[in-house]
T-cell receptor, first 114, second 115 residues
Framework: GQQLNQSPQSMFIQEGEDVSMNCTSS?????WLWYKQEPGEGPVLLIA?????ELTSNGRLTAQFGITRKDSFLNISASIPSDVGIYFC??????????????FGKGTKLTVNP | GAVVSQHPSRVICKSGTSVKIECRSL??????MFWYRQFPKKSLMLMAT?????????EQGVEKDKFLINHASLTLSTLTVTSAHPEDSSFYIC???????????FGPGTRLTVL
């Protein structure tokens, strides 16, 4: 089945540093979404990508949908302590017969040291 | 963005009892909702797709009789964990597609602890 390979699994950085994480797959995805989850909470949508090659920003966050529709990266610039959390990529596979099901990566746990 | 709520946020129950979790789309209608289960330090695992007006679609390995899903209206889906056991303890999260179906908005989750 479709799988999203997300890396790195965890990151420990200093406040102010930039962060980059990515997801790859052998399958093509229709839509690519990036979520942040904090402990005890549901995932919160950060950025949604719909077109191959699309580059989208949301404040200090920037994400791009790969040209082949098989990968995406998320960058966080000038990290701050409240960026701490687990970041998930999620994709809506092509060819699911119109299903809105998502496939999730395993997450990147981000720790920011003040 | 669209808002999805869940109730309760936390529940503790005795083994053998049933627990109902509600998922509501607050400012939009959702003919489809999704139920996930998340173990500590793990990703979300899709359990089932809740369909308004028809039966839920369960993922492979998920017991239909154990996890009863009812999509009562265009804004409400419920997940009932029947005859709960300690191994059912987990974080349960629902989601609903946004307009156009190309994004999903998640509820805040329900922490279930079965003693």
């Amino acid at each position: 089945g479709q799988q999203l390979n997300q890396s790195p699994q965890s990151m420990f950085i200093q406040e102010g540093e930039d962060v980059s994480m990515n997801c790859t797959s052998s399958s093509i995805f229709n839509t690519w979404l990036w979520y942040k989850q904090e402990p005890g909470e549901g995932p919160v949508l950060l950025i949604a990508l719909y077109k191959a090659g699309e580059l989208t920003s949301n404040g200090r966050l920037t994400a791009q949908f790969g040209i082949t529709r098989k990968d995406s990266f998320l960058n966080i610039s000038a990290s701050i302590p409240s960026d701490v959390g687990i970041y998930f990529c999620a994709g809506q596979p092509i060819g699911e017969g119109g299903s809105e099901k998502l496939v999730f990566g395993k997450g990147t746990k981000l720790t920011v040291n003040p | 963005g669209a808002v999805v709520s869940q109730h309760p946020s936390r529940v503790i129950c005795k083994s053998g009892t049933s627990v109902k979790i509600e998922c509501r789309s607050l400012d939009f209608q959702a003919t489809t909702m999704f139920w996930y289960r998340q173990f500590p330090k793990k990703s979300l695992m899709l359990m089932a797709t809740s369909n308004e007006g028809s039966k839920a679609t369960y993922e492979q390995g998920v017991e239909k009789d154990k996890f009863l899903i009812n999509h009562a209206s265009l804004t409400l889906s419920t997940l009932t964990v029947t005859s709960a056991h300690p191994e059912d303890s987990s974080f349960y999260i629902c989601s609903a597609p946004g307009q156009g179906g190309d994004t999903q908005y998640f509820g805040p989750g329900t922490r279930l602890t079965v003693l």
